[in-house]
């Protein structure tokens, strides 16, 4: 299937999201979105991160329910299945067994220093497992097994790619030529959205206040309401400032919902108080969305197609990563019978 892709020298992107929480616009504009673009010009793989997604506790049942509705959100989004290769992490041994093997190449040190596990083991302090830690190897073990060339990612996996570079190099350099050394790829500047609770934070998907984030999939009075209640700065002007985080984080998502300019957004609401604003927001946030969950519904409710397409997916992805896998178990060493 990759075959024809791969001749005509297309170069390899890879990306992932981790089924932990309902996606929100941040994910939609920050990473889905933006693979749309992709798909035409790259040979694209798009997993769904589940192996990753136990690395902080997850009830089993909401987990199997995300990771069902983050493969329909990929799709609903536009990622077309016979274009890329859309697939889910656990359904492809090979993640797992690289990321062992990549394990004994990534030093102790090295991941003591990746940002996201002090975070995360701050937060967690009650399991700071063995998993949280090593879990920049499994993601590097992700980007490797394709080849990847590039991985679109937002700023805080920056470090993450830092780390599977190193670990690819330090493989090569010990053995021989293996891995394609990959690089990162940012979104453009100004998709960073922020929380409607507290503009200084990011919009995370995981926050406790429902308020604080609005998911690809809620329904347009809950949208129009959160942006209603959106926490703003003092003052009424709907202009950029620097002390306007909440009001600078509106413009920046009714920007990147319409194709406007910053500038051109002030203009447009010239005039107008913060209440007019936010209810523009809002609709066309709901109104953009409404055909993504028009789709994803119709998918939610076809389990046999989603899954004939999850092992599609599988299969597709396993035969290219099995490649690199059997590679890697020669160079180390391993035994290999036929
Ligand atoms: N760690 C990424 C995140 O939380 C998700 C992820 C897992 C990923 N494997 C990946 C991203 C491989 C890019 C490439 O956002």
């Known amino acids: 299937m990759n075959q024809p892709q791969e001749l005509q020298n297309k170069k390899t992107i890879l990306s992932a999201v981790q089924p932990s929480g309902i996606l929100t616009i941040g994910n939609y504009l920050g990473a889905i979105r933006n693979w749309n673009l992709l798909q035409e010009q790259y040979n694209c793989y798009f997993c769904v991160a589940d192996l990753h997604a136990i690395t902080v506790r997850q009830v089993p049942a909401e987990l199997r329910k995300r990771t069902y509705e983050a493969f329909a959100v990929y799709m609903a989004c536009g990622l077309d299945p016979e274009k890329n290769t859309l697939f889910v992490q656990s359904h492809v041994p090979c993640h797992a067994e690289l990321a062992w093997v990549l394990n004994c190449y990534t030093m102790f040190g090295e991941l003591s220093r990746m940002t996201q596990f002090k975070d995360k083991s701050a937060r967690h302090s009650e399991n700071i497992n063995a998993g949280l830690f090593t879990y920049p190897a499994l993601m590097a073990a992700d980007i490797l097994l394709y080849g990847a060339d590039y991985v679109p990612v937002g700023q805080d996996q920056?470090?993450?790619?830092?780390?599977?570079?190193?670990?690819?190099?330090?493989?090569?350099?010990?053995?021989?030529?293996?891995?394609?050394?990959?690089?990162?790829?940012?979104?453009?500047?100004?998709?960073?959205?922020?929380?409607l609770a507290d503009p200084t934070k990011k919009m995370s998907k995981s926050d406790e206040n429902p308020m604080a984030y609005v998911s690809i999939l809620d329904p347009k009075d809950v949208i129009v309401k959160k942006f209603?209640?959106?926490?703003?700065?003092?003052?009424?002007?709907?202009?950029?400032?620097?002390?306007?985080?909440?009001?600078?984080?509106?413009?920046?998502?009714?920007?990147?919902?319409?194709?406007?300019?910053?500038?051109?957004?002030?203009?447009?609401?010239?005039?107008?108080?913060?209440?007019?604003?936010?209810?523009?927001?809002?609709?066309?946030?709901?109104?953009?969305?409404?055909?993504?969950?028009?789709?994803?519904?119709?998918?939610?409710?076809?389990?046999?197609y989603l899954e004939s397409l999850m092992k599609k997916g599988s299969e597709q992805a396993y035969r290219r990563a099995s490649k690199t896998l059997s590679k890697v178990y020669r160079k180390v060493g391993f035994a290999q019978v036929k």
Not at 171 to 193: M, Q, R
Not at 247 to 276: C, D, H, M, R
């Open 158 to 195: 920056l470090q993450h790619i830092e780390l599977a570079r190193d670990v690819a190099n330090r493989f090569n350099n010990l053995y021989s030529d293996t891995f394609v050394i990959p690089e990162g790829l940012l979104p453009k500047a100004g998709a960073k959205v922020m929380s």
């Open 228 to 304: 209603k209640r959106a926490v703003t700065d003092s003052g009424s002007e709907v202009k950029r400032g620097e002390d306007k985080a909440g009001i600078n984080n509106l413009i920046t998502i009714y920007s990147a919902f319409t194709g406007k300019s910053p500038e051109e957004v002030e203009k447009e609401f010239e005039g107008q108080g913060y209440g007019a604003f936010k209810l523009a927001v809002g609709e066309t946030v709901a109104d953009t969305l409404a055909p993504v969950q028009d789709k994803f519904n119709a998918l939610m409710g076809d389990k046999p």
